[in-house]
Structure formats: structure tokens, C-alpha cells
């Protein structure tokens, strides 16, 4: 195993030095008592605390608060009368420039957090002063397998343990004072396959649960639990079969695998990753667990003859002593659309027709709200928060959505509602049982499907999704895209809902599944792929206030039952994180991290903060009476595009060739096109050029982040994206010409 870098400031230095002369002057004093609340001091969180956390209102001791997730506080100093007064309190750098998506924990005056391939930072929670980092030093390569930026969502705090998962699969217990590994183990099982890890581990009991991303290559998916003190494996529960026959790791194989053609396309893996969400309810004694989407996308191709295809797009309900499954609810039979159920799930107590049930809630990526029984897994409702044409609605005798004639797209291009990016992503939803309303970060934006004019061909560790789709919007993936296909966007959109991309913040009241209001946050971008990622994250709290950040950088502070708009603060910084809320010495702070990153990749597009100012990663920390946010400088105005330091080169096919390949491999991190990335690929220097194929296939600037892809691609694939993307710095140029 590689060693770690863990690296302490002075202050930090300081703090363990005055530790020491504490320890001394406890010894000679015998007070034991006053050693065991020095020790508190650092991340001393047992389940009985978590469980307790209503009487410590001033902590966030989860990803989401509480076990529940539920991202409230009851916390009121700052309250929808006093909101406005909310200013600068600190900041902390955390010298990066790739995408923040965690929340912080703050724990009796600690903040612990994480950001892009796994790094953790410890800061002082009053000052904003580090006390320590650690960098698991992963190896920059890869950054290949994230297809989704190289983020991390956070951190999980037990037992004077910080517990944090790299990029590359290996899970880390942190000493919470010192920041030193206390255990480390390999999580992922095959480093043959498109493994990745961006999620957050998970407690239950006295196991850390880790899932895994990578759906979106080769990877079966799976979760794993470890012993919290030790690090031993305790159990690993696989979502799919790995073959029809067996021997299959665990009984529920033998379930899953029925629903599964024995023909399958057993060799890709099949999806089914768990990347995300998942929730402990320490009474029940489950942990819930939701499961990730299918490869291929297309069902046909997956599994020719049909079947549900479990544990995809499922939410599982698992014994976290055992690994043993209590109980399933699929949200998304014979997934088809990359509806992943790994969103958020909220843990709450609802009064419904007449008596008090504990429930589990999700807004999935397929666009239906459910409601489910947390103990028994009983469908309660299900409801459309967002448009929907794949299904007309969800039959609740057997649980299961009923498709419509729009949902299939194998032989012919369909508008499907919602898109791959779901009526809900990743960002999480709140729940504010003040109101009794969810706020959800809602994404009304459909995409057109259709399965491309090739046979699929499995790529081991590559993006293996095959079926193409393209948002349904202007710009990056849209409609310019269509009509290079030959698709009729017209009639394509004909009798379907609204094609305009729009990020709702919508307030849901989970008991009638209705809207109670609802805010257009899609800011300067409505009807623009940008637009469904300008909302960030939400946290809402007793004081009657609902927090959503902007990747234009401002944070919005609204009424909790109302949606009235009641303060903005300039941040400056893009924001896709969701913040949250803690106090310390009377005093309550909000904070949360702020930095673009998720879908878009490092494409930041105009109008947003990290493409005016950059992208450097912050936490920034608010209160009451503050001052402004300081910000970052404006970059210069990219100037016109200059003419290329090349000609043009290569025929119509091989640049078209040079498209497709670009557009599976390429696009997250550079942008369509080449466009608006980092770097942009239209002004690629006479150097850049010649050293083209070094760069994409020999890995000559892997250690700046950019991966080899030589694995992957042969030479005449390298030519073809070269060809392609001088030909779009030629286009880019000759528009600016004909502009002027």
C-alpha cells in the first residue's frame, strides 16, 4: 500500500503541545473525569448520541444532521426575521479547483469535511483555522473512472474516528484529533473493472458501510461493510448476479438472478452501483441502502428477454450485523433510463390517515416521490413531483410503475421526461418538520434516447452505456446535437411536456403528494443545459428558513413555509453543495462548501461564479452582523478564438468518428465539443498538438490530471478526436470571423 500524506499546521502543533501539558497536569491531579472531557473534545459520537441529537441542537453530527438525513436544525437564532443580517464570518481555502459536493460535520467545535479523491480537512469551527488535512494521495490516473468529476461527498464521524472513502476504493479510519490513519483497507474487489469511489460511508451499529461508483463502465456493483474499530470485513452484499447459474455470493443472488435473462451481458458487470445515499434507523436496527443504474442502459441489450432485473434502482432495507436483506421496494423495474434510487433518503415520523407511521422518503431520478413503510417496505404513495411521459403513474396494488408508450426507445428516438440527469439528483432534499414539507432541488428537463447505429461492444474499464441521449435543451448536448443525428426535434417534442430546462426548488408536502410552492432557480440559464445544475443542495431549519446555493455564487436564504425570498449573500463562488447550520458559544453559523463540480464535469460554463472567477474551492462560514464575503478576482474575458496553430486535417468520417469517440470518453471533463472545459480545447497550442498523442495515450501530463486513455484507445481513435477537435477550433474561429 502506498503511503499517505497527512499534513498538520502550526496551529494544529500548537494544540497537540498544550495537549500534552494537559495529560501532564491531569496525571499529577488524578482528575480522570476532566481527561475523559478532553477526549470528548474530538469526535466522541456513539450511537446513542446520534440518536439523542434533538438535545444538542447547536451539533450537525451527520452528512444530513441527524440519522435521519433529514439536513434540519432546530436551531432559531437566525430566523426569517433576522436572516438579512447574515454576513462573513471565515473562510478556509482548500486549494483546489475541482468540484465540493460534501457537507460539513461539525462535532463540539470541530469541522470535518472532505473534497475531490478523498482529501479531508479539520478546522477550527469558530475561526475557520486548520488543525489538520489528510491526503490519501491517490494516483492522478484515476481520475479516469469518476464519470463524474473527481469529488467526494463526505465524511461519516464515530467513535473518535473520522471515516472517509478515496477515489480509488480504499477506506480510511482517521484518528479525529491527529488526522493520522488509524485503519485503511481496499474496498474495491476487482481492479480489473471501472471501479471508482465518490460517496460517503455510512455508520450502522458498529459497522462503516461503503458502496461504490462506476456504473456507468464496467462495475457490478456492491456494498461493504467493515468492523468500526478494527477494519475487518464483516460482509459484502452484491446488487446484481454475477451469472445466472451461481454460485452466487449471498441467497438474494439466487432471488435476483431469476429476474434476469440467463443470456445477460454478464461479462459488463450490469450496473447496479450504490454511490450514494443510504440512511440508519438504529431502532429498527436497518440500515437503507439505494441502488444505482443499469449497464447498458438499454434493457434489450442487457438482458434480451426481459425481467426486472434486480437489485437495480432498488432501495434495500439490510440488517447491518448480518448483510442479510429485510426487505426490497424496486423503483424502477428493468431500469431502462439511468433512474438511479441512490438520491437521499429521509428517515421521518408523518401522520397518515390518521395514525403516526415511520416512513422512508425518496425522490428518485425517475421522477416519482415515494413514501415507504421503513419497517416493512410497504408502498404508501408515489406521486409525480416533476414531469413525467415514461410512466402514467404507479399501480399501488403491485408497486410498480405503469409504462407508457413513450418509455420505449429501442426501435425508434423517444423524448423521454425525466432525463438521465432524473427529476432529482444528487443534491440532497430537506425535511422540515416545522412545515411538514420536503424541499426538493427539483430538474425539469427531458432528454431524446435512441440506441446508436452499431452493434454494443463490451470495453473493459470503459464507459459501456451504449445507448445515446441528448438533453432536450439549446447549446452542450442539445438540440445542434439532434439535428447532426437527423432526428426531427419538432416532431419529436410533439404532444410532450415542455422541453425547457428549468431547476425548480420545490416545497412538497409528502402526506397529500402535492406542491406547497415553488421557486425557478434556474437563474440566467433557463432553457439551457446549465440550468438544471444551478441549484445546489438544501438545508432548512426551525427558524423558518430554507438555504439553497447558486452556481452563479450567491447563497438564497427563503421562507420555509412560503418560498418568500428573504436574503442573498454574494458568495462569489459556484455552489452545488448543500449547506448547513451549527452553533458554538451562542452564536450559529452557516456554512457549507462551495466549488463547482458533479455532471458538468470542469465544463463551467458562462454565467457562473467558477467561470468568472475561477473555481477555487472554499468553506465559507456565515453569521449574524457579518461583513461581506470576500471574492475571488474576475478573470480576464476569454478573448475571440484565435486562429488554430494548425490546419485542418482528416475527412468527414474521421471526424465524425473523432465526434462519437469524444462524446463517450471525453465530454465530462472537457466539456461537448471541446467547449467550455478546462482546459478548452479550441486553443490548444502548436505544442499541445504535436504531443497529442502522448497526452491521450501514453499519459505524458497524468500527473496534472489527465489520465491515459491508452488502454482504451488505439492510435487511429487518437487521430480521429484530433481531426475532430481542430475541426471545431477551425468552426470556432471562422464564427468569430464571420461575427466581427
Same mark, same amino acid.
Given at each position: 500500500?502506498?503511503?499517505?500524506?497527512?499534513?498538520?499546521?502550526?496551529?494544529?502543533?500548537?494544540?497537540?503541545?498544550?495537549?500534552?501539558?494537559?495529560?501532564?497536569?491531569?496525571?499529577?491531579?488524578?482528575?480522570?473525569?476532566?481527561?475523559?472531557?478532553?477526549?470528548?473534545?474530538?469526535?466522541?459520537?456513539?450511537?446513542?448520541?446520534?440518536?439523542?441529537?434533538?438535545?444538542?441542537?447547536?451539533?450537525?453530527?451527520?452528512?444530513?444532521?441527524?440519522?435521519?438525513?433529514?439536513?434540519?436544525?432546530?436551531?432559531?437564532?437566525?430566523?426569517?426575521?433576522?436572516?438579512?443580517?447574515?454576513?462573513?464570518?471565515?473562510?478556509?481555502?482548500?486549494?483546489?479547483?475541482?468540484?465540493?459536493?460534501?457537507?460539513?460535520?461539525v462535532v463540539d467545535g470541530v469541522m470535518y469535511t472532505s473534497g475531490p479523491w478523498g482529501v479531508v480537512y479539520a478546522v477550527d469551527a469558530a475561526t475557520g483555522e486548520k488543525l489538520w488535512t489528510f491526503d490519501p494521495e491517490v494516483d492522478r490516473q484515476f481520475a479516469r473512472f469518476a464519470c463524474c468529476g473527481i469529488v467526494n461527498r463526505g465524511v461519516s464521524?464515530?467513535?473518535?474516528?473520522?471515516?472517509?472513502?478515496?477515489?480509488?476504493?480504499?477506506?480510511?479510519?482517521?484518528?479525529?484529533?491527529?488526522?493520522?490513519?488509524?485503519?485503511?483497507?481496499?474496498?474495491?474487489?476487482?481492479?480489473?473493472?471501472?471501479?471508482?469511489?465518490?460517496?460517503?460511508?455510512?455508520?450502522?451499529?458498529?459497522?462503516?458501510?461503503?458502496?461504490?461508483?462506476?456504473?456507468?463502465?464496467?462495475?457490478?456493483?456492491?456494498?461493504?461493510?467493515?468492523?468500526?474499530?478494527?477494519?475487518?470485513?464483516?460482509?459484502?452484499?452484491?446488487?446484481?448476479?454475477?451469472?445466472?447459474?451461481?454460485?452466487?455470493?449471498?441467497?438474494?443472488?439466487?432471488?435476483?438472478?431469476?429476474?434476469?435473462?440467463?443470456?445477460?451481458?454478464?461479462?459488463?458487470?450490469?450496473?447496479?452501483?450504490?454511490?450514494?445515499? &443510504? $440512511?440508519?434507523?438504529?431502532?429498527?436496527?436497518?440500515?437503507?441502502?439505494?441502488?444505482?443504474?443499469?449497464?447498458?442502459?438499454?434493457?434489450?441489450?442487457?438482458?434480451?428477454?426481459?425481467?426486472?432485473?434486480?437489485?437495480?434502482?432498488?432501495?434495500?432495507?439490510?440488517?447491518?450485523?448480518?448483510?442479510?436483506?429485510?426487505?426490497?421496494?424496486?423503483?424502477?423495474?428493468?431500469?431502462?433510463?439511468?433512474?438511479?434510487?441512490?438520491?437521499?433518503?429521509?428517515?421521518?415520523?408523518?401522520?397518515?390517515?390518521?395514525?403516526?407511521?415511520?416512513?422512508?422518503?425518496?425522490?428518485?431520478?425517475?421522477?416519482?416521490?415515494?413514501?415507504?413503510?421503513?419497517?416493512?417496505?410497504?408502498?404508501?404513495?408515489?406521486?409525480?413531483?416533476?414531469?413525467?411521459?415514461?410512466?402514467?403513474?404507479?399501480?399501488?396494488?403491485?408497486?410498480?410503475?405503469?409504462?407508457?408508450?413513450?418509455?420505449?426507445?429501442?426501435?425508434?428516438?423517444?423524448?423521454?421526461?425525466?432525463?438521465?440527469?432524473?427529476?432529482?439528483?444528487?443534491?440532497?432534499?430537506?425535511?422540515?418538520?416545522?412545515?411538514?414539507?420536503?424541499?426538493?432541488?427539483? @430538474?425539469?428537463?427531458?432528454?431524446?434516447?435512441?440506441?446508436?447505429?452499431?452493434?454494443?461492444?463490451?470495453?473493459?474499464?470503459? &464507459?459501456?452505456?451504449?445507448?445515446?441521449?441528448?438533453?432536450?435543451?439549446?447549446?452542450?448536448?442539445?438540440?445542434?446535437?439532434?439535428?447532426?443525428?437527423?432526428?426531427?426535434?419538432?416532431?419529436?417534442?410533439?404532444?410532450?411536456?415542455?422541453?425547457?430546462?428549468?431547476?425548480?426548488?420545490?416545497?412538497?408536502?409528502?402526506?397529500?403528494?402535492?406542491?406547497?410552492?415553488?421557486?425557478?432557480?434556474?437563474?440566467?440559464?433557463?432553457?439551457?443545459?446549465?440550468?438544471?445544475?444551478?441549484?445546489?443542495?438544501?438545508?432548512?431549519?426551525?427558524?423558518?428558513?430554507?438555504?439553497?446555493?447558486?452556481?452563479?455564487?450567491?447563497?438564497?436564504?427563503? $421562507?420555509?413555509?412560503?418560498?418568500?425570498?428573504?436574503?442573498?449573500? =454574494?458568495?462569489?463562488?459556484?455552489?452545488?453543495?448543500?449547506?448547513?447550520?451549527?452553533?458554538?458559544?451562542?452564536?450559529?453559523?452557516?456554512?457549507?462548501?462551495?466549488?463547482?463540480?458533479?455532471?458538468?464535469?470542469?465544463?463551467?460554463?458562462?454565467?457562473?461564479?467558477?467561470?468568472?472567477?475561477?473555481?477555487?474551492?472554499?468553506?465559507?462560514?456565515?453569521? @449574524? =452582523?457579518?461583513? =461581506?464575503?470576500?471574492?475571488?478576482?474576475?478573470?480576464?474575458?476569454?478573448?475571440?478564438?484565435?486562429?488554430?496553430?494548425?490546419?485542418?486535417?482528416?475527412?468527414?468520417?474521421?471526424?465524425?468518428?473523432?465526434? $462519437?469517440?469524444?462524446?463517450?470518453?471525453?465530454?465530462?471533463?472537457?466539456?461537448?465539443?471541446?467547449?467550455?472545459?478546462?482546459?478548452?480545447?479550441?486553443?490548444?497550442?502548436?505544442?499541445?498538438?504535436?504531443?497529442?498523442?502522448?497526452?491521450?495515450?501514453?499519459?505524458?501530463?497524468?500527473?496534472?490530471?489527465?489520465?491515459?486513455?491508452?488502454?482504451?484507445?488505439?492510435?487511429?481513435?487518437?487521430?480521429?478526436?484530433?481531426?475532430?477537435?481542430?475541426?471545431?477550433?477551425?468552426?470556432?474561429?471562422?464564427?468569430?470571423?464571420?461575427?466581427?
Amino acid at each position: 500500500m502506498r503511503a499517505r500524506r497527512h499534513v498538520q499546521s502550526p496551529q494544529h502543533l500548537r494544540l497537540a503541545a498544550l495537549v500534552v501539558v494537559a495529560f501532564a497536569t491531569i496525571f499529577v491531579a488524578g482528575a480522570a473525569e476532566s481527561q475523559n472531557t478532553q477526549q470528548r473534545e474530538f469526535a466522541a459520537i456513539d450511537v446513542e448520541r446520534l440518536t439523542k441529537v434533538a438535545e444538542e441542537p447547536g451539533q450537525w453530527l451527520t452528512g444530513g444532521r441527524d440519522l435521519d438525513q433529514s439536513y434540519f436544525s432546530p436551531l432559531t437564532g437566525i430566523n426569517d426575521e433576522n436572516v438579512t443580517r447574515l454576513g462573513y464570518a471565515w473562510q478556509f481555502d482548500t486549494d483546489t479547483t475541482n468540484g465540493l459536493e460534501a457537507t460539513p460535520i461539525v462535532v463540539d467545535g470541530v469541522m470535518y469535511t472532505s473534497g475531490p479523491w478523498g482529501v479531508v480537512y479539520a478546522v477550527d469551527a469558530a475561526t475557520g483555522e486548520k488543525l489538520w488535512t489528510f491526503d490519501p494521495e491517490v494516483d492522478r490516473q484515476f481520475a479516469r473512472f469518476a464519470c463524474c468529476g473527481i469529488v467526494n461527498r463526505g465524511v461519516s464521524v464515530q467513535n473518535g474516528k473520522v471515516y472517509v472513502a478515496s477515489l480509488d476504493g480504499v477506506l480510511f479510519a482517521l484518528d479525529a484529533r491527529l488526522g493520522e490513519p488509524a485503519w485503511h483497507q481496499k474496498t474495491l474487489f476487482d481492479d480489473s473493472r471501472g471501479y471508482s469511489i465518490t460517496g460517503a460511508p455510512y455508520t450502522a451499529g458498529d459497522v462503516v458501510v461503503i458502496g461504490n461508483s462506476g456504473g456507468e463502465y464496467d462495475a457490478r456493483g456492491y456494498i461493504s461493510a467493515y468492523d468500526i474499530d478494527t477494519g475487518e470485513l464483516r460482509w459484502r452484499f452484491f446488487t446484481v448476479p454475477a451469472s445466472a447459474e451461481g454460485p452466487h455470493e449471498h441467497p438474494e443472488l439466487e432471488v435476483a438472478a431469476k429476474t434476469w435473462d440467463p443470456d445477460s451481458l454478464w461479462e459488463v458487470g450490469l450496473g447496479g452501483t450504490v454511490w450514494d445515499g &443510504m $440512511a440508519y434507523d438504529p431502532e429498527l436496527d436497518l440500515l437503507y441502502v439505494g441502488v444505482g443504474n443499469s449497464t447498458p442502459y438499454a434493457r434489450k441489450v442487457r438482458s434480451p428477454k426481459g425481467g426486472d432485473n434486480l437489485y437495480l434502482a432498488s432501495i434495500l432495507a439490510i440488517r447491518p450485523a448480518t448483510g442479510k436483506l429485510v426487505w426490497h421496494y424496486q423503483t424502477t423495474p428493468a431500469e431502462n433510463w439511468d433512474y438511479t434510487a441512490t438520491q437521499k433518503m429521509i428517515l421521518a415520523e408523518l401522520e397518515i390517515d390518521g395514525r403516526e407511521r415511520k416512513v422512508l422518503m425518496q425522490a428518485p431520478k425517475n421522477g416519482f416521490f415515494y413514501v415507504l413503510d421503513r419497517e416493512t417496505g410497504e408502498l404508501i404513495s408515489a406521486e409525480p413531483y416533476v414531469p413525467v411521459n415514461w410512466a402514467s403513474h404507479v399501480d399501488m396494488t403491485t408497486g410498480r410503475p405503469v409504462e407508457t408508450d413513450q418509455a420505449e426507445y429501442f426501435d425508434e428516438p423517444k423524448l423521454i421526461f425525466p432525463s438521465p440527469a432524473g427529476g432529482h439528483n444528487w443534491q440532497p432534499m430537506a425535511f422540515n418538520p416545522g412545515t411538514g414539507l420536503v424541499y426538493i432541488p427539483a @430538474l425539469e428537463v427531458g432528454a431524446v434516447f435512441q440506441i446508436p447505429d452499431r452493434e454494443f461492444k463490451y470495453v473493459p474499464r470503459g &464507459m459501456n452505456t451504449y445507448s445515446l441521449f441528448s438533453f432536450s435543451v439549446d447549446g452542450p448536448m442539445g438540440i445542434s446535437v439532434l439535428a447532426a443525428r437527423g432526428l426531427d426535434w419538432n416532431a419529436l417534442k410533439e404532444g410532450q411536456p415542455d422541453p425547457t430546462a428549468r431547476s425548480i426548488l420545490r416545497a412538497w408536502d409528502p402526506v397529500t403528494q402535492s406542491e406547497r410552492w415553488q421557486v425557478n432557480v434556474s437563474g440566467p440559464f433557463e432553457g439551457q443545459f446549465a440550468a438544471i445544475w444551478n441549484g445546489s443542495g438544501i438545508m432548512t431549519t426551525a427558524g423558518n428558513l430554507v438555504f439553497q446555493g447558486r452556481t452563479t455564487g450567491e447563497l438564497y436564504a427563503y $421562507a420555509a413555509d412560503t418560498g418568500e425570498l428573504l436574503h442573498v449573500v =454574494d458568495l462569489g463562488t459556484s455552489v452545488i453543495a448543500a449547506p448547513m447550520t451549527y452553533e458554538l458559544d451562542g452564536k450559529q453559523y452557516v456554512a457549507l462548501m462551495a466549488g463547482l463540480g458533479g455532471a458538468g464535469g470542469r465544463a463551467h460554463f458562462p454565467g457562473t461564479a467558477a467561470a468568472a472567477r475561477g473555481n477555487a474551492g472554499r468553506i465559507i462560514a456565515l453569521t @449574524l =452582523d457579518g461583513g =461581506d464575503v470576500p471574492k475571488p478576482p474576475l478573470r480576464r474575458p476569454a478573448p475571440p478564438p484565435g486562429r488554430p496553430s494548425v490546419e485542418r486535417r482528416g475527412d468527414t468520417e474521421t471526424i465524425a468518428s473523432g465526434e $462519437a469517440l469524444f462524446e463517450q470518453h471525453c465530454t465530462r471533463c472537457h466539456g461537448s465539443s471541446g467547449v467550455g472545459g478546462v482546459p478548452d480545447l479550441r486553443s490548444m497550442s502548436a505544442r499541445v498538438h504535436d504531443r497529442f498523442d502522448d497526452i491521450l495515450l501514453r499519459g505524458a501530463l497524468s500527473g496534472r490530471g489527465m489520465a491515459s486513455f491508452g488502454d482504451l484507445l488505439e492510435e487511429a481513435d487518437s487521430e480521429a478526436i484530433h481531426a475532430f477537435l481542430i475541426d471545431r477550433s477551425w468552426r470556432a474561429f471562422e464564427e468569430a470571423q464571420n461575427d466581427q
